[in-house]
Protein backbone atom coordinates (compact mmCIF):
# COMPACT_ATOMS: atom_id res chain seq x y z
CA UNK A 1 0.00 0.00 0.00
CA UNK A 2 1.84 2.88 -0.65
CA UNK A 3 0.51 6.72 0.71
CA UNK A 4 1.99 9.65 -1.29
CA UNK A 5 1.76 12.81 0.73
CA UNK A 6 0.96 16.26 -1.07
CA UNK A 7 2.78 19.02 -0.29
CA UNK A 8 -0.74 20.99 0.77
CA UNK A 9 -1.20 18.17 3.65
CA UNK A 10 2.59 18.38 4.54
CA UNK A 11 3.76 22.27 3.47
CA UNK A 12 3.78 22.45 7.34
CA UNK A 13 6.29 19.47 8.57
CA UNK A 14 9.54 21.95 9.09
CA UNK A 15 12.39 20.29 9.59
CA UNK A 16 12.04 21.27 13.26
CA UNK A 17 8.48 19.67 13.70
CA UNK A 18 9.63 16.79 11.65
CA UNK A 19 12.35 15.78 14.23
CA UNK A 20 10.16 16.52 17.12
CA UNK A 21 7.64 13.45 15.45
CA UNK A 22 10.43 11.07 16.73
CA UNK A 23 8.92 11.35 20.20
CA UNK A 24 5.68 10.81 21.43
CA UNK A 25 2.36 9.89 19.44
CA UNK A 26 4.52 11.00 16.17
CA UNK A 27 6.61 8.08 16.52
CA UNK A 28 4.15 5.88 15.82
CA UNK A 29 4.05 6.92 11.84
CA UNK A 30 7.54 5.21 11.96
CA UNK A 31 7.82 2.90 14.36
CA UNK A 32 6.23 -0.74 14.80
CA UNK A 33 2.36 -0.55 16.51
CA UNK A 34 3.33 -3.76 18.48
CA UNK A 35 1.01 -5.47 20.10
CA UNK A 36 -1.66 -3.57 18.19
CA UNK A 37 -4.00 -5.06 15.70
CA UNK A 38 -3.33 -2.41 12.80
CA UNK A 39 -0.95 -2.34 10.24
CA UNK A 40 2.09 -1.20 10.29
CA UNK A 41 2.73 2.28 9.19
CA UNK A 42 6.14 3.63 7.92
CA UNK A 43 6.92 6.89 6.31
CA UNK A 44 9.37 7.24 3.56
CA UNK A 45 10.95 10.95 3.12
CA UNK A 46 13.01 11.87 -0.20
CA UNK A 47 13.86 15.00 -2.02
CA UNK A 48 12.73 13.73 -5.83
CA UNK A 49 9.96 15.03 -7.37
CA UNK A 50 7.82 11.75 -8.05
CA UNK A 51 7.84 12.14 -12.03
CA UNK A 52 11.37 10.83 -11.90
CA UNK A 53 12.63 7.34 -11.59
CA UNK A 54 14.74 8.00 -8.26
CA UNK A 55 11.20 9.75 -6.86
CA UNK A 56 8.67 6.57 -8.67
CA UNK A 57 10.85 3.70 -6.85
CA UNK A 58 9.77 4.92 -3.81
CA UNK A 59 6.33 4.60 -4.52
CA UNK A 60 7.18 1.15 -6.22
CA UNK A 61 8.95 0.07 -2.76
CA UNK A 62 6.07 0.83 -0.99
CA UNK A 63 3.24 -0.60 -3.07
CA UNK A 64 6.07 -3.93 -3.33
CA UNK A 65 5.91 -3.67 0.40
CA UNK A 66 1.78 -3.53 0.84
CA UNK A 67 1.78 -6.43 -1.65
CA UNK A 68 4.21 -8.93 0.50
CA UNK A 69 3.45 -8.20 3.59
CA UNK A 70 -0.50 -9.00 2.72
CA UNK A 71 -1.48 -5.75 3.46
CA UNK A 72 -0.05 -6.11 7.02
CA UNK A 73 2.37 -3.11 6.42
CA UNK A 74 1.81 0.59 5.02
CA UNK A 75 4.49 2.79 4.25
CA UNK A 76 3.99 7.02 3.66
CA UNK A 77 5.31 8.44 0.59
CA UNK A 78 6.71 11.99 1.53
CA UNK A 79 8.23 13.17 -1.96
CA UNK A 80 9.92 16.57 -2.94
CA UNK A 81 11.90 17.43 -0.09
CA UNK A 82 8.56 17.71 2.05
CA UNK A 83 10.37 16.44 4.75
CA UNK A 84 13.39 18.32 4.23
CA UNK A 85 17.01 18.72 2.30
CA UNK A 86 19.59 15.74 1.44
CA UNK A 87 21.49 16.69 4.97
CA UNK A 88 18.10 16.66 6.93
CA UNK A 89 16.77 13.57 5.42
CA UNK A 90 19.78 11.51 6.18
CA UNK A 91 19.94 12.81 9.95
CA UNK A 92 15.85 12.01 10.38
CA UNK A 93 16.78 8.49 9.48
CA UNK A 94 19.57 8.31 11.87
CA UNK A 95 17.26 9.95 14.33
CA UNK A 96 14.30 7.70 13.69
CA UNK A 97 11.84 10.47 12.79
CA UNK A 98 10.96 8.41 8.91
CA UNK A 99 12.15 5.17 8.89
CA UNK A 100 13.22 5.12 5.36
CA UNK A 101 14.64 7.45 2.89
CA UNK A 102 17.06 7.96 0.15
CA UNK A 103 19.86 9.56 -1.04
CA UNK A 104 23.89 9.47 -2.84
CA UNK A 105 26.40 6.84 -0.91
CA UNK A 106 28.32 10.66 -0.78
CA UNK A 107 25.14 11.93 1.21
CA UNK A 108 25.20 8.77 3.24
CA UNK A 109 28.89 9.71 3.78
CA UNK A 110 27.27 12.57 6.46
CA UNK A 111 26.56 9.74 8.89
CA UNK A 112 29.35 7.34 8.51
CA UNK A 113 32.47 9.21 6.21
CA UNK A 114 33.55 5.75 4.19
CA UNK A 115 30.60 5.33 2.92
CA UNK A 116 30.76 8.34 0.40
CA UNK A 117 33.88 6.16 -0.87
CA UNK A 118 31.20 4.76 -3.29
CA UNK A 119 30.40 7.57 -4.71
CA UNK A 120 34.23 8.10 -5.63
CA UNK A 121 34.64 9.31 -9.82
CA UNK A 122 35.67 6.97 -12.61
CA UNK A 123 35.77 4.43 -9.87
CA UNK A 124 33.78 1.41 -11.39
CA UNK A 125 34.57 -0.06 -14.34
CA UNK A 126 30.45 -0.64 -15.87
CA UNK A 127 27.66 -0.51 -14.49
CA UNK A 128 27.38 -4.21 -13.73
CA UNK A 129 30.92 -3.40 -11.22
CA UNK A 130 29.03 -1.07 -9.72
CA UNK A 131 26.01 -3.25 -8.81
CA UNK A 132 27.72 -5.36 -7.72
CA UNK A 133 29.95 -3.88 -5.58
CA UNK A 134 26.10 -2.17 -4.19
CA UNK A 135 24.84 -5.59 -3.56
CA UNK A 136 23.80 -5.41 0.10
CA UNK A 137 25.73 -9.28 0.56
CA UNK A 138 28.57 -7.84 -1.46
CA UNK A 139 31.93 -8.24 0.92
CA UNK A 140 32.66 -4.40 0.58
CA UNK A 141 28.90 -3.71 1.34
CA UNK A 142 28.26 -5.68 4.66
CA UNK A 143 31.77 -3.74 5.89
CA UNK A 144 30.51 -0.45 5.07
CA UNK A 145 27.02 -1.21 6.43
CA UNK A 146 27.78 -2.66 9.70
CA UNK A 147 30.00 0.53 10.34
CA UNK A 148 27.04 2.58 9.36
CA UNK A 149 24.85 0.48 11.50
CA UNK A 150 26.64 0.88 14.39
CA UNK A 151 27.66 4.34 13.79
CA UNK A 152 24.35 6.12 13.36
CA UNK A 153 21.30 3.23 13.73
CA UNK A 154 20.62 3.10 10.18
CA UNK A 155 21.37 -0.33 7.42
CA UNK A 156 21.01 -0.22 3.21
CA UNK A 157 18.15 -2.23 2.37
CA UNK A 158 19.07 -1.99 -1.16
CA UNK A 159 20.72 0.39 -3.80
CA UNK A 160 19.53 0.79 -7.63
CA UNK A 161 21.74 2.34 -10.45
CA UNK A 162 20.71 5.80 -10.61
CA UNK A 163 22.71 6.54 -13.78
CA UNK A 164 26.05 8.30 -15.16
CA UNK A 165 26.55 12.02 -13.92
CA UNK A 166 27.44 14.28 -16.68
CA UNK A 167 27.79 17.97 -16.77
CA UNK A 168 25.47 20.77 -18.45
CA UNK A 169 26.03 24.27 -18.72
CA UNK A 170 25.25 26.96 -21.53
CA UNK A 171 28.79 26.75 -23.40
CA UNK A 172 30.74 23.45 -25.11
CA UNK A 173 33.17 22.20 -22.66
CA UNK A 174 35.50 20.13 -24.04
CA UNK A 175 38.28 19.68 -21.36
CA UNK A 176 38.93 20.93 -17.74
CA UNK A 177 40.66 24.33 -18.77
CA UNK A 178 37.33 25.10 -20.62
CA UNK A 179 35.74 25.28 -17.37
CA UNK A 180 38.25 27.92 -15.64
CA UNK A 181 36.45 30.20 -13.23
CA UNK A 182 32.64 28.67 -14.10
CA UNK A 183 30.63 28.10 -11.14
CA UNK A 184 29.22 24.77 -11.22
CA UNK A 185 26.46 23.24 -8.88
CA UNK A 186 27.74 20.43 -6.37
CA UNK A 187 25.77 17.48 -4.29
CA UNK A 188 26.87 19.59 -1.15
CA UNK A 189 29.02 16.25 0.21
CA UNK A 190 32.50 16.31 0.04
CA UNK A 191 33.17 14.08 -2.68
CA UNK A 192 30.94 15.90 -4.95
CA UNK A 193 32.51 19.29 -4.27
CA UNK A 194 35.98 17.08 -4.92
CA UNK A 195 34.43 15.84 -8.42
CA UNK A 196 33.48 19.19 -9.73
CA UNK A 197 36.80 20.70 -8.41
CA UNK A 198 38.71 18.36 -10.33
CA UNK A 199 37.22 18.86 -13.72
CA UNK A 200 38.18 22.54 -13.71
CA UNK A 201 34.68 24.30 -12.16
CA UNK A 202 34.79 25.90 -9.26
CA UNK A 203 31.99 23.69 -7.04
CA UNK A 204 29.23 25.76 -5.21
CA UNK A 205 27.15 23.26 -2.94
CA UNK A 206 23.39 23.50 -3.90
CA UNK A 207 20.72 21.61 -2.02
CA UNK A 208 18.87 19.84 -4.87
CA UNK A 209 15.62 21.86 -4.15
CA UNK A 210 17.08 25.06 -5.11
CA UNK A 211 18.95 23.95 -8.20
CA UNK A 212 16.70 25.12 -11.01
CA UNK A 213 16.77 28.10 -9.47
CA UNK A 214 20.31 28.82 -8.81
CA UNK A 215 20.71 27.77 -12.46
CA UNK A 216 18.18 30.24 -13.24
CA UNK A 217 18.95 33.14 -11.54
CA UNK A 218 22.96 32.94 -12.40
CA UNK A 219 23.63 31.73 -8.76
CA UNK A 220 25.45 28.90 -10.22
CA UNK A 221 26.44 28.15 -14.08
CA UNK A 222 26.00 24.19 -14.47
CA UNK A 223 25.43 20.97 -12.74
CA UNK A 224 26.03 17.83 -13.50
CA UNK A 225 23.49 14.67 -12.22
CA UNK A 226 22.14 11.90 -14.94
CA UNK A 227 20.55 12.31 -18.11
CA UNK A 228 17.12 11.00 -16.48
CA UNK A 229 16.85 13.84 -13.73
CA UNK A 230 17.80 16.79 -16.44
CA UNK A 231 14.94 15.40 -18.45
CA UNK A 232 12.44 15.10 -16.03
CA UNK A 233 13.31 18.42 -14.09
CA UNK A 234 13.31 20.48 -17.54
CA UNK A 235 16.87 21.56 -16.80
CA UNK A 236 16.84 21.56 -20.61
CA UNK A 237 14.77 25.03 -20.32
CA UNK A 238 17.94 26.88 -18.39
CA UNK A 239 21.04 25.06 -19.58
CA UNK A 240 21.67 24.60 -23.29
CA UNK A 241 24.56 21.86 -23.36
CA UNK A 242 25.01 18.87 -22.19
CA UNK A 243 28.60 16.68 -22.09
CA UNK A 244 28.52 13.22 -21.71
CA UNK A 245 31.59 13.18 -18.98
CA UNK A 246 29.94 9.86 -17.04
CA UNK A 247 32.55 10.93 -14.45
CA UNK A 248 30.53 8.88 -11.90
CA UNK A 249 28.01 6.04 -12.12
CA UNK A 250 25.72 6.29 -9.56
CA UNK A 251 23.54 4.13 -7.23
CA UNK A 252 20.30 5.37 -5.29
CA UNK A 253 21.15 3.89 -2.10
CA UNK A 254 18.23 3.27 0.30
CA UNK A 255 18.24 3.36 4.12
CA UNK A 256 16.01 2.16 6.94
CA UNK A 257 16.64 3.38 10.96
CA UNK A 258 17.71 0.06 12.59
CA UNK A 259 15.15 0.40 15.74
CA UNK A 260 12.31 0.50 12.91
CA UNK A 261 14.18 -2.64 11.34
CA UNK A 262 14.58 -4.86 14.59
CA UNK A 263 11.24 -3.44 15.56
CA UNK A 264 9.72 -5.74 12.70
CA UNK A 265 8.07 -8.94 13.08
CA UNK A 266 10.16 -11.94 11.19
CA UNK A 267 7.75 -11.92 8.39
CA UNK A 268 7.67 -7.94 7.97
CA UNK A 269 11.03 -8.42 7.53
CA UNK A 270 10.68 -10.84 5.39
CA UNK A 271 8.22 -8.41 3.13
CA UNK A 272 10.88 -5.65 3.50
CA UNK A 273 13.65 -7.55 1.71
CA UNK A 274 11.29 -9.00 -0.74
CA UNK A 275 10.20 -5.75 -1.81
CA UNK A 276 13.81 -4.28 -1.30
CA UNK A 277 15.25 -7.11 -3.95
CA UNK A 278 12.01 -6.42 -6.49
CA UNK A 279 12.35 -2.58 -6.79
CA UNK A 280 16.34 -2.48 -6.65
CA UNK A 281 15.85 -4.75 -10.20
CA UNK A 282 12.79 -2.94 -11.21
CA UNK A 283 14.72 0.55 -11.03
CA UNK A 284 17.89 -0.16 -11.99
CA UNK A 285 16.10 -1.40 -15.38
CA UNK A 286 14.32 1.24 -15.87
CA UNK A 287 17.36 3.29 -16.00
CA UNK A 288 18.95 1.71 -18.04
CA UNK A 289 16.63 0.95 -20.56
CA UNK A 290 16.06 5.26 -20.48
CA UNK A 291 19.52 6.53 -20.68
CA UNK A 292 19.84 6.69 -24.59
CA UNK A 293 16.37 7.80 -25.16
CA UNK A 294 16.35 10.62 -22.74
CA UNK A 295 19.55 11.55 -24.16
CA UNK A 296 18.04 11.68 -28.20
CA UNK A 297 14.77 13.90 -26.31
CA UNK A 298 17.43 16.56 -24.62
CA UNK A 299 18.73 16.64 -28.15
CA UNK A 300 15.15 17.13 -29.36
CA UNK A 301 14.00 19.62 -26.58
CA UNK A 302 16.87 21.90 -27.80
CA UNK A 303 20.51 20.52 -26.14
CA UNK A 304 23.62 20.81 -27.83
CA UNK A 305 24.62 17.06 -26.59
CA UNK A 306 28.79 17.00 -27.12
CA UNK A 307 30.38 13.31 -26.54
CA UNK A 308 33.67 11.81 -27.04
CA UNK A 309 33.38 11.48 -31.08
CA UNK A 310 32.56 15.21 -31.01
CA UNK A 311 35.86 16.51 -29.34
CA UNK A 312 35.24 15.73 -25.52
CA UNK A 313 38.30 15.19 -23.86
CA UNK A 314 37.10 11.98 -21.01
CA UNK A 315 40.47 11.03 -20.37
CA UNK A 316 41.91 14.48 -19.48
CA UNK A 317 38.60 14.83 -17.25
CA UNK A 318 39.54 11.48 -15.63
CA UNK A 319 43.16 12.08 -15.34
CA UNK A 320 42.27 15.48 -13.36
CA UNK A 321 39.33 14.23 -11.15
CA UNK A 322 41.71 11.12 -10.25
CA UNK A 323 44.79 13.21 -8.99
CA UNK A 324 42.55 15.91 -6.95
CA UNK A 325 40.73 12.20 -5.50
CA UNK A 326 43.80 11.06 -4.94
CA UNK A 327 44.95 13.89 -2.76
CA UNK A 328 42.40 14.41 -0.68
CA UNK A 329 40.95 10.77 0.10
CA UNK A 330 43.66 8.18 -1.05
CA UNK A 331 44.85 7.74 1.95
CA UNK A 332 41.69 7.58 3.95
CA UNK A 333 39.49 5.35 1.50
CA UNK A 334 42.74 3.46 -0.25
CA UNK A 335 41.44 0.25 1.19
CA UNK A 336 38.35 0.53 0.40
CA UNK A 337 39.40 1.29 -3.36
CA UNK A 338 41.55 -1.66 -2.85
CA UNK A 339 38.22 -4.00 -2.67
CA UNK A 340 35.93 -2.47 -4.88
CA UNK A 341 38.26 -2.89 -7.51
CA UNK A 342 39.21 -6.75 -6.42
CA UNK A 343 35.11 -7.44 -7.04
CA UNK A 344 34.45 -8.99 -10.35
Given amino acids: MVRRIPKSV ?23 NIGRAQSVTLRYGH ?12 DWFAEAVGKHSGGDMAVQVFPSSQLGKLQELAEAVSLGTIAFSHNTAGGIGSLYAPFAALDTP ?39 YFGRRNLTCNKAIYKPADLAGMKIRAVPFPI ?3 AVEGMGAAPVPVDWSEVP ?26 Q ?6 GHMSNAEVVVM ?52 QDGLQVDAFRTS ?17 EKIRAIS
Fill in 10 to 32: SAGLTRRSALALGAGAGAALMLP
Fill in 47 to 58: NNEPASVAGAQA
Fill in 122 to 160: YLYRDIDHLMKVMDINSPVMQELNAGLIKAANVRVIYAH
Fill in 192 to 194: YQT
Fill in 213 to 238: TALATGVVQGQENPVNVVLNVKLYEV
Fill in 240 to 245: SHLMLT
Fill in 257 to 308: NEEAWQGLKDAQKEAVAKAALEIRDRATKAIQDNESKDTEELKKRGMTVIGP
Fill in 321 to 337: VGKLVEERFGKQYGSIY
